[in-house]
């Protein structure tokens, strides 16, 4: 998963205090809130809902929001879902790659047994040469991804909180809950080789970085309509996308700086983040295809949220603001823009045909699909006000994941 992933629309999903995007009167991974995460233009004009409940219970809105997405759940929906299955036998489960004809980790980086002790010290020295070329800005990126992840736990649960798809047992034989343990699998190996590149190449604090790996698995993730498959697969393949580009950019960026080792690794994760984007994608084309109504809606439920990105409860420790600055970090150094959100929507927007919809909508479907291609346009209109209005001068913030050494980037 995603990524760099850090800014969004408008101002970026530059999110918010204690970096997680929330108020910071709201908890989100104790209280369950489904707060929209806010872009840094409209943070200090919200409100946590569930911080405003009375004697506990949920508000009004946080009970209408539920209710919908747990429609998604009825049995008529997820009976979409088990005749799909066969679907998703022959359609997405082709994009997974066997273990043996897949690249590993140990194919990036230099291999201890096979150089030898002489051999291994050259190749390592090598390896921190070029790295020395990185600047600290793509650095933080990188970390930034590698983070990200490494939360892997969190996201193979979320997949499973998804009812209709999800493997329930653990090593079920449905084409989903496959689907599920191959690309966790892939996954797996994202954090795997960019850890073991970063630990080689000696230009990071580890135990700061690992550190903020453990927190973030440790506080998880908050799920927009957390059980809805529908909902669960629009996230997904905007995560998938946002990764790809994510990795994508650093790779390109770490080879014009000279590091080529460090640019075959990015380039082969952003290959892997394209094919899981693909069978996301596919699946949700196939839901607007077959339930056209209840997908624009999901969709608009979703974007109405914005898409939270999963590494907004990271915590280093000592930055209470990390993933606002991160997401700074991100966009400074072109890794993942404000415009990449709205790019990846408008691409969605033309996968899905959204436009295009008309048959079988009901006045909400009609209304979800007037919203959602009306979106692209709001949010450059939103960018362009925050440029206009937003001339800031880049501020030193330092990271301490690169020692505390300072990355200019600008504070909104
Ligand atoms: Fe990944
Ligand atoms: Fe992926």
Redesign the pocket.
């Known amino acids: ?1 995603s990524t760099a992933a850090a800014a969004a629309a408008a101002t970026a999903v530059t999110m918010s205090p204690r970096s997680t995007g929330y108020p910071s009167s709201c908890k989100p991974s104790n209280a369950g809130c489904y707060c929209k995460p806010p872009a840094a233009a409209t943070i200090s004009t919200l409100r946590c809902r569930s911080a405003v409940s009375t004697k506990g219970g949920p508000t009004a809105g946080r009970r209408e929001e539920e209710e919908e997405w747990r429609r998604y759940l009825a049995p008529e929906r997820l009976e979409v879902l088990a005749q799909l299955e066969p679907w998703a036998e022959a359609n997405m489960l082709p994009l997974l790659k066997p273990a043996d004809e897949v690249w590993q980790p140990a194919d990036m980086l230099p291999d201890a047994a096979a150089l030898g002790a002489d051999g291994f010290h050259e190749a390592c020295l090598d390896l921190r040469a070029r790295a020395e070329g990185v600047p600290d800005a793509q650095l933080v990126c990188l970390v930034g991804n590698m983070v990200t992840e490494e939360a892997l736990p969190t996201y193979q649960s979320m997949s499973n909180r998804f009812e209709g798809t999800r493997d329930a047992t653990g090593a079920d034989g449905t084409a989903w809950a496959r689907w599920i343990r191959g ?1 966790s699998a ?2 797996n190996r ?1 954090g795997d080789v960019l850890s073991r590149y970063m630990y080689l190449s000696g230009r990071l604090d580890m135990r700061q970085v690992e550190r903020t790996v453990h927190r973030l698995i440790s506080s998880g993730m908050a799920m927009h309509a957390p059980a809805s498959p529908y909902h669960g697969f629009i996230y997904v393949s905007f ?2 996308r946002a ?1 790809a580009i994510s990795h994508g950019n650093t790779a390109r960026q770490v080879r014009a700086h000279g590091d080529a080792a460090l640019a075959r690794i990015c380039g082969a994760i952003a290959a ?2 394209k094919r ?2 693909a069978a996301y994608t596919r699946v949700v084309a196939k839901l607007f295809e077959v339930d056209p109504d209840a997908a624009v809606r999901a969709m608009a439920y979703m974007m109405r949220r914005r898409i939270t990105m999963p590494a907004a409860l990271m915590d280093d420790g000592r930055d209470a603001d990390l993933f606002a600055h991160y997401a700074a970090a991100a966009q400074q150094a072109g890794v993942y823009t404000a415009s990449d959100y709205r790019g990846i929507l408008e691409h969605l927007i033309r996968q899905w045909r959204v436009e295009e919809l008309s048959a079988g909508l009901s006045g909400e479907g009609r209304r979800a699909r007037d919203y959602v291609c009306a979106l692209p346009d709001k949010i450059r209109r939103m960018e362009e006000k925050a440029h206009d209005r937003v001339r800031k001068e880049p501020t030193p913030v330092p990271f301490s994941w690169i020692f505390d050494r300072p990355v200019s980037v600008v504070l909104h």
Do not use: A, G, P
Request: charged share 50%; no cysteine; proline share 0%.
């Open positions: 998963m690309w892939e996954e994202h995560q998938e990764t892997d983040e899981h984007e």
